[in-house]
């Protein structure tokens, strides 16, 4: 997936990109597009809409951006998921508010992206986090996500529904309108597709790819979710007997076969996601005991 980042600009905002850019516009024959630049490598895109698009090395680019628009060391929501990638254990989805007076203070404690992060590091911070911040934790199961799966859901469906749900639940605990951020998995298009006709869909959302490094709100979500996934995956360890391992390589597939035949396959169905193809590749089917 190219690099790329997604936000809503006002009017305002958009008069002041294309004076900002009036040096770099090239040709183009998009009818949605108002403008098109590129600078450094960075294609900058600016819909009709209002929308913004950068695509490439964005990063520094979009440092220019926010000290133009005024939005350096802004206060936002950000929402990112974890378990999305392992065998055993829920989806977990943390959306969670950073006012722009906490963003030293967290930078301080040493918060960044969850997945670059040790255990120990996360259960040390998580609980510090979750009394600093407002924010909202949504947990499916692997039953429930099963569940979802057979009424015709793929996993980005599952995390739009998720991130939707998370989003919504903090905004009305914040009660004031602040920039949303989510971890990109997918075309924002796409996202609101996977969205339509649900009754109540938040639109305003700002799509990153490794968004935690452009907000921390985004890493401080990763890390109270990594930590409720943590916690669930002892849940379910103590359960089936079995320290259960993060992921989907070799070790997984050991323990699902072990499960499998020292258990049964109802012994799998509150731990395991069942449409992952370890399954089929270890032969595992469903059965009744």
Same mark, same amino acid.
């Given at each position: 997936?190219? !690099?790329?980042?997604?936000?809503?600009?006002?009017?305002?905002?958009?008069?002041?990109?294309?004076?900002?850019?009036?040096?770099?516009?090239?040709?183009?024959? !998009?009818?949605? *597009?108002?403008?098109?630049?590129?600078?450094?490598? @960075?294609? $900058?895109?600016?819909?009709?809409?209002?929308?913004?698009?950068?695509?490439?090395?964005?990063?520094?680019?979009?440092?220019?951006?926010?000290?133009?628009? =005024? *939005?350096?060391? #802004?206060?936002? $929501?950000?929402?990112?998921?974890? &378990?999305? =990638?392992? *065998?055993? &254990?829920?989806?977990?989805?943390?959306?969670?508010?950073?006012?722009?007076? %906490?963003?030293?203070?967290?930078?301080?404690? &040493?918060?960044?992206?969850?997945?670059?992060?040790?255990?120990?590091?996360? $259960?040390?911070?998580?609980?510090?986090?979750?009394?600093?911040?407002?924010?909202?934790? *949504?947990?499916?199961?692997?039953?429930?996500?099963?569940?979802?799966?057979?009424?015709?859901?793929?996993?980005?469906?599952?995390?739009?529904?998720?991130? !939707?749900?998370?989003? +919504?639940?903090?905004?009305?605990? @914040?009660?004031?309108?602040?920039?949303? +951020?989510?971890? %990109?998995?997918?075309?924002?298009?796409?996202?609101?597709?996977?969205?339509?006709?649900?009754?109540? /869909?938040?639109?305003?959302?700002?799509?990153?790819? !490794?968004?935690?490094? +452009?907000? +921390?709100?985004?890493?401080?979500?990763?890390?109270?979710?990594?930590?409720?996934?943590?916690?669930?995956? %002892?849940? #379910?360890?103590?359960?089936?007997?079995?320290?259960?391992?993060? &992921?989907? =390589?070799?070790?997984?597939?050991?323990?699902?076969?072990?499960?499998?035949?020292?258990? =049964?396959? %109802?012994?799998?169905?509150? $731990?395991?996601?069942?449409?992952?193809?370890?399954?089929?590749?270890?032969?595992?089917?469903?059965? /009744?005991?």
């Amino acid at each position: 997936m190219v !690099n790329s980042y997604s936000m809503s600009l006002s009017k305002n905002q958009v008069t002041l990109l294309l004076e900002m850019y009036s040096a770099y516009e090239v040709e183009h024959n !998009n009818a949605h *597009l108002s403008f098109k630049g590129t600078k450094d490598s @960075v294609d $900058i895109l600016i819909y009709k809409t209002g929308s913004l698009v950068l695509q490439g090395d964005y990063k520094e680019e979009l440092k220019r951006i926010k000290t133009r628009l =005024g *939005l350096v060391n #802004f206060s936002a $929501i950000g929402s990112d998921e974890v &378990g999305t =990638g392992d *065998l055993f &254990g829920p989806v977990v989805v943390c959306s969670a508010y950073v006012p722009k007076e %906490q963003i030293e203070t967290l930078e301080q404690m &040493g918060v960044r992206d969850s997945k670059s992060m040790t255990d120990k590091k996360i $259960i040390e911070l998580a609980p510090k986090l979750t009394k600093m911040l407002t924010h909202s934790i *949504l947990i499916l199961k692997p039953e429930k996500y099963n569940e979802m799966v057979r009424r015709g859901f793929n996993m980005n469906k599952i995390k739009a529904f998720l991130h !939707n749900q998370a989003i +919504i639940l903090t905004t009305r605990k @914040v009660k004031k309108e602040v920039p949303v +951020i989510v971890d %990109q998995f997918c075309a924002p298009r796409i996202y609101f597709d996977y969205l339509d006709g649900e009754a109540n /869909v938040y639109k305003n959302i700002s799509f990153y790819t !490794n968004a935690e490094s +452009i907000h +921390i709100s985004v890493a401080a979500a990763s890390i109270i979710a990594r930590y409720a996934f943590l916690a669930k995956m %002892q849940q #379910f360890s103590k359960y089936i007997g079995l320290r259960l391992t993060k &992921g989907a =390589g070799k070790k997984a597939d050991e323990q699902l076969v072990k499960i499998y035949h020292e258990k =049964g396959y %109802q012994a799998l169905l509150p $731990i395991t996601k069942l449409n992952f193809r370890n399954l089929k590749k270890n032969n595992i089917i469903p059965s /009744v005991k």
